[in-house]
């Protein structure tokens, strides 16, 4: 079975979508090839995904949505040549909770399906801001789930079911996760402190309330 990743983000090499896909490669005996929607040929690399038994799709959500680069590439491709064709996707936020990215998955369903491919389903990742520039003992747990995902889809063609459950966790916040975030908010201690610090670190502090399409 011959399997292309798509990394799809538009970060390429630099990012933490690349992460997630080295860790789910790190155990197999014959990694992946690897190819980067940024930076290809959208119809060429349409045309060439053919060659493959099966393809997956590796990408960040962007405002409960696909990168533009990935909706090209999508749109440049035609049907499954022939029968037997898989295609999955792995979808990786900065959101906690997995039901961010229920409205791209059932989406994604849709696409493998118009293009007469064995859907293989998504796997959905929350939490993920900033594991690129973690050290790899923070993310040990995430790290191991993903070994373990990729040595058992080279094995058997498909996701583990259980695995790809827990990487999902957290589904949804309780209310009192919920009313607790709102609380640290209030009282500036929430994620704003990372968040404020790279729009700094980037020179765009002073443009956050930008509204450039109102």
Request: hydrophobic letters at 40%.
């Amino acid at each position: 079975m011959s399997t292309i990743i798509i990394n799809g983000s538009p970060k390429a090499k630099h990012g933490n979508t690349e992460v997630i896909i080295n860790q789910f490669m790190k155990d197999m005996k014959v990694p992946c090839e690897v190819c980067y929607a940024a930076n290809k040929d959208y119809r060429k690399l349409a045309g060439y995904l053919h060659q493959s038994d099966t393809v997956l799709f590796v990408m960040p959500l962007y405002i409960h949505a696909m990168p533009g680069i990935v909706m090209k590439l999508i749109e440049c491709m035609e049907s499954a040549p022939v029968p037997g064709k898989a295609m999955g996707f792995i979808v990786q936020s900065g959101f906690m909770e997995s039901a961010q990215s229920a409205y791209l998955e059932r989406y994604l369903s849709t696409i493998a399906r118009d293009l007469k491919y064995t859907y293989l389903g998504t796997v959905i990742r929350g939490g993920s801001a900033g594991i690129s520039m973690m050290p790899e003992s923070m993310n040990k747990k995430l790290f191991i789930q993903l070994n373990q995902l990729g040595s058992y889809f080279e094995s058997n063609g498909s996701f583990d079911q259980k695995i790809a459950k827990e990487l999902g966790k957290i589904q949804a916040l309780s209310k009192g996760k919920c009313f607790l975030f709102e609380a640290l908010g209030k009282l500036g201690l929430s994620d704003g402190i990372f968040w404020n610090g790279m729009l700094k670190n980037n020179k765009a502090f002073d443009k956050r309330f930008d509204k450039p399409f109102a």
